[in-house]
T-cell receptor, first 113, second 112 residues
Framework: AQRVTQPEKLLSVFKGAPVELKCNYS??????LFWYVQYSRQRLQLLLRHISRESIKGFTADLNKGETSFHLKKPFAQEEDSAMYYC???????????????FGQGTILTVHP | NAGVTQTPKFQVLKTGQSMTLQCAQD?????MSWYRQDPGMGLRLIHY???????DQGEVPNGYNVSRSTTEDFPLRLLSAAPSQTSVYFCASSYRPPYGYTFGSGTRLTVV
């Protein structure tokens, strides 16, 4: 099975502290990896995708194929970063992506003032 | 450009009733999916489509049907609602998978 693991259900930090949300994935092929954010009772929003190597709202994520990880990092957390964060990967069958995503269980990030 | 539109936003059903959750997108995306979100379980794929006329099952398809007669619409039908189908349902669409999905605002369904 192609799995995504987010080991922390809850993560609390203080404003200005660094934050790292962990994500590990199974399967050794070429993954499509994403981070989605969901603010309270809102729709999921795409935060980052590994193909873009971009920085959105100060967040970055580096794909480590050796460790099969795609951890999300931000050097200085803000209160408005408090949300649910989901790591997701594209699902492959026979080497082809069919546009399906497997999600981790999510990490609730709380940034305290 | 409305993105992905889901209706209704809230729904309460009695056990055994049927209903259709609507999903429409105006971005000419070929890929569309339905997910359910349950506490502690993340999002799980119900059904997906890679284009008009093409659908397939995801991880948790039992009790749900889909069809894709047009590129724009991807309705999800609950055949005979059960309390286990109480969940938040999200529809999503994508131009191409590596670029990520755009999600709708969700339908909160309660089956009593």
């Amino acid at each position: 099975a192609q799995r995504v693991t987010q080991p922390e259900k809850l993560l609390s930090v203080f404003k200005g502290a660094p934050v790292e949300l962990k994500c590990n994935y199974s399967y050794s092929g070429s993954p499509e990896l994403f981070w989605y954010v969901q603010y309270s009772r809102q729709r999921l929003q795409l935060l980052l995708r590994h193909i873009s190597r971009e920085s959105i709202k100060g967040f970055t994520a580096d794909l480590n194929k050796g460790e099969t990880s795609f951890h999300l990092k931000k050097p200085f957390a803000q209160e408005e970063d408090s949300a649910m964060y989901y790591c997701a990967r594209g699902v492959y069958a026979g080497g082809t992506s069919y546009g399906k995503l497997t999600f981790g269980q999510g990490t609730i990030l709380t940034v305290h003032p | 450009n409305a993105g992905v539109t889901q209706t209704p936003k809230f729904q309460v059903l009695k056990t055994g009733q049927s209903m259709t959750l609507q999903c429409a997108q105006d971005m000419n995306h070929e890929y569309m999916s339905w997910y359910r979100q349950d506490p502690g379980m993340g999002l799980r794929l119900i059904h997906y489509s890679v284009g008009a006329g093409i659908t397939d099952q995801g991880e948790v398809p039992n009790g749900y049907n889909v069809s894709r007669s047009t590129t724009e619409d991807f309705p999800l039908r609950l055949l005979s609602a059960a309390p286990s189908q109480t969940s938040v349902y999200f529809c999503a669409s994508s131009y191409r998978p590596p670029y990520g999905y755009t999600f709708g605002s969700g339908t909160r369904l309660t089956v009593v």
